[in-house]
Nanobody, 129 residues
């Protein structure tokens, strides 16, 4: 399975971006999905995750109320809508796939990159202050 994140770019603080993660090689409905980000010089950080059906969604507290995760299984695409962006949201954003259902329900597991089997290349989001 291949994942391709897109939609990043340069935006002013307070602005919005919508990232997309297109999945190919297998139906998106087979996978629980996650979003991570990595700022320069920092470790990869969990942003959120969404179950296969989209019925269960987790968002990290630092972006709760600003970021929204959704998916369209018919389009094989997962989205990360980012609103009210802040300078500290600047990072490369990655989508990931393949975490098991039991691990998805564990805070520690779903926040850990190695819990996911497949990764996309990432898309850079730069928020100017």
């Amino acid at each position: 399975v291949q994942l391709q994140a897109s939609g990043g770019g340069l935006v002013q603080a307070g602005g919005s971006l919508r990232l997309s993660c297109a999945v190919s090689g297998r139906s998106l409905s087979s996978y629980n999905m996650g979003w991570f980000r990595q700022a320069p010089g920092k470790e990869r950080e969990f942003v959120g995750a969404i179950s296969r059906s989209g019925g269960t969604i987790f968002i990290v507290d630092s972006v709760k109320g600003r970021f929204i995760i959704s998916r369209d299984n018919d389009k094989n695409t997962v989205y990360l809508q980012m609103n009210s962006l802040k300078h500290e949201d600047t990072a490369v954003y990655y989508c990931a796939a393949g975490i098991s259902q039991s691990m998805l329900l564990s805070l520690r597991a779903r926040s850990t990159p190695r819990s996911y089997h497949y990764w996309g290349r990432g898309t850079l989001v730069t928020v100017s202050s």
